[in-house]
């Protein structure tokens, strides 16, 4: 099974600043790795797929970069409605793995 | 407009069964991959089980192989989960989710084991 980790689990920023986080795999996934963003109380939405693709409809604000083992979800000037947390999810193979989780919170 | 709605959720106790559907509308279910995906409270999401379009392949995350059972009926565009032996652990809000990476989700549906 392949172990996601993210980074950091918590992460403040004011509004407009922009916001980094980080997905890591303990093998490689080459770019099947995906992101997604969940608010209290609602299902998880894709924002990112083969590590790099914006999902429908996701604004150019979000954008994702790595391959293999390491990942990286960019946010530039962060807006109120971007306040979430985020997993990314490996799909290179069964069992799917998520991460843990990185909450984005308002600084 | 593309939707999946689970239901079948509800408290149950340790050791019994239930049986989740999810009903699928807007997109051509049998293009999919389908999966089962949870989140217990407060916590983050895990994986449960997946099925291929045609059924061919099916797989389990190692909490639940041998107690849960994923299911297909293309002609219904429905997806199923039966779980048996059910756990405390097995609390949650279980999702389904259309896609390899998970393009189409449910709204969820709460199990809650306890006695």
């Known amino acids: 099974e392949k172990v996601m980790t993210q980074s950091p689990a918590t992460l403040s920023v004011f509004p407009g600043e922009r916001a980094t986080l980080s997905c890591r795999a303990s093998?490689?996934?080459?770019?099947?790795l995906a992101w997604y963003q969940q608010k209290p109380g609602q299902a998880p939405r894709l924002l990112i797929y083969?590590?790099?693709t914006r999902a429908t409809g996701i604004p150019a604000r979000f954008s994702g970069s790595g391959s293999g083992t390491e990942f990286t979800l960019t946010i530039s000037s962060l807006q109120s409605e971007d306040f979430a947390v985020y997993h990314c999810?490996?799909?290179?193979?069964?069992?799917?793995?998520f991460g843990q989780g990185t909450k984005l919170e308002i600084k | 407009e593309v939707q999946l709605v689970e239901s079948g959720g509800g408290l149950v106790q340790p050791g019994r069964s239930l049986r989740l559907s999810c009903a699928a509308s807007?997109?051509?279910?049998?293009?999919?991959?389908m999966h089962w995906v949870r989140q217990a409270p407060g916590k983050g999401l895990e994986w449960v089980s997946g099925?291929?379009?045609?059924?061919?392949?099916?797989g389990y995350a190692d909490s639940v192989r041998g107690r849960f059972t994923t299911s297909r009926d293309n002609a219904k565009h429905s997806l199923y989960l039966q779980m048996n032996s059910l756990r405390v652990e097995d609390t949650a809000v279980y999702y389904c989710?259309?896609?390899?990476?998970?393009?189409?989700w449910g709204q969820g549906t709460m199990v809650t084991v306890s006695s």
């Open positions: 099925i291929t379009s045609n059924s061919d392949t099916i």
């Open positions: 083969g590590a790099s």
């Open positions: 989710g259309g896609g390899d990476a998970f393009d189409i």
């Open positions: 807007g997109f051509t279910f049998d293009d999919y991959a």
């Open positions: 093998q490689s996934i080459s770019t099947n």
């Open positions: 999810q490996q799909y290179n193979n069964w069992p799917y793995t």
